[in-house]
Structure formats: structure tokens, C-alpha cells
């Protein structure tokens, strides 16, 4: 995993600037998830809704920090039998990396941590429910210029738990900028 994150940073680190301006920037996405989770043999795996809401302040045509919230949705699976239900949701912050040269299509990565809570319905399935877990949140994506007020972007995430635990999103969805 940690060569993952390693050249994903590297990547970021080493490309072209763009010409992004500096300031504050809001955003929404939309999008579908997919939700993995391993415990005690069993195993979930289930798709749903997702929805990312966050806010940031892009430091230079390269750099922005961004916090935000991200829910994977309510997920249905059978395991041991038994139907099964998982909803995740997570408080998110990390740094977003713009590589490409300036143009009205911006290529970028995303890098940070997640907090995340993990809701098994029904209970007793093998399956633990979880509050306050950490992951990585490793991911990247496209922002196309709509003008002076954002831009449109298409996006990846990968979250990646600690016990076997793994989320994911494809999100589209629109950045204010300020």
C-alpha cells in the first residue's frame, strides 16, 4: 500500500504547475461506491449512492487542503445467510495535487486521511460495526474551467481501513471557487 501512496506523492510533486488561482473553494459531488469489508471470514461487498461535500483553500496553481465529509451510502449484501446492510460515512481532510500543464482540463491527485463510521444492520452477522476509524484516502481526478466562479470535476477515491476494510467512490460533481 505504501508504494501506492509513495508514487502518487512523487507523481504529484514532480509535474507542472497550472494556472489555478489561489483562494477558497467549496464542492460537491455525486457519484456511485462500492463497500468491502472482511471480519471474522465473512465477507461484504456492496454497491451504493455516494455524495462528497468539502471545502478548501487552494494555496497555489498546484496545492489546495481540503476538509470535507463523504458518505458511500447503504450498501445490501448476504453474508453467512443472513441479509446485510452497511452504511458508511467519514470526515475527510487531505491536500489535492494539480499536475498538468495550464490548460482548461487540470489532471490531479489526492492524498489524506479519513475518519470513518460503519453501520452492520443486522447486528451478530460476524460483521463488527466500527466509530472512529482511520484510513488512508488515496484518489485522483479531472477539474475542467466552467468560467470564474469553479470548475466541473470527475473523481476517484479509494479508502483503505485498517481491518480489512476498503471503500471506494467515482464521483462527478461541481467546485466552487472563490
Known amino acids: 500500500m505504501f508504494h501506492r501512496l509513495f508514487a502518487t506523492t512523487a507523481l504529484c510533486l514532480v509535474s507542472s504547475g497550472v494556472a489555478a488561482d489561489p483562494g477558497w473553494e467549496f464542492g460537491v459531488g455525486l457519484g456511485g461506491s462500492?463497500?468491502?469489508?472482511?471480519?471474522?471470514?465473512?465477507?461484504?461487498?456492496?454497491?451504493?449512492?455516494?455524495l462528497q461535500v468539502e471545502g478548501g483553500y487552494r494555496f497555489t496553481d498546484r496545492f489546495a487542503f481540503n476538509v470535507g465529509y463523504l458518505s458511500l451510502g447503504e450498501a445490501s449484501d448476504t453474508v453467512g445467510g443472513v441479509d446485510t446492510d452497511i452504511e458508511v460515512r467519514a470526515l475527510t481532510l487531505g491536500f489535492?495535487?494539480?499536475?498538468?500543464?495550464?490548460?482548461m482540463a487540470r489532471w490531479y491527485g489526492r492524498l489524506g486521511v479519513v475518519n470513518y463510521y460503519a453501520d452492520v444492520d443486522p447486528g451478530g452477522v460476524g460483521l463488527d460495526e466500527?466509530?472512529?476509524?482511520?484510513?488512508?484516502?488515496?484518489?485522483?481526478?479531472?477539474?475542467?474551467?466552467?468560467?470564474?466562479?469553479?470548475?466541473?470535476?470527475?473523481?476517484?477515491?479509494?479508502?483503505?481501513?485498517?481491518?480489512?476494510?476498503?471503500?471506494?467512490?467515482?464521483?462527478?460533481?461541481?467546485?466552487?471557487?472563490?
Open 96 to 103: 489535492r495535487f494539480t499536475f498538468t500543464p495550464d490548460s
Open 130 to 178: 466500527i466509530f472512529g476509524q482511520g484510513a488512508i484516502d488515496i484518489g485522483g481526478g479531472v477539474e475542467v474551467d466552467a468560467g470564474d466562479s469553479g470548475a466541473w470535476f470527475l473523481e476517484v477515491r479509494y479508502l483503505d481501513g485498517d481491518d480489512q476494510e476498503e471503500g471506494g467512490a467515482a464521483l462527478l460533481g461541481y467546485r466552487f471557487q472563490f
Open 34 to 50: 462500492l463497500i468491502r469489508d472482511t471480519d471474522n471470514g465473512e465477507t461484504f461487498q456492496g454497491n451504493s449512492f455516494a
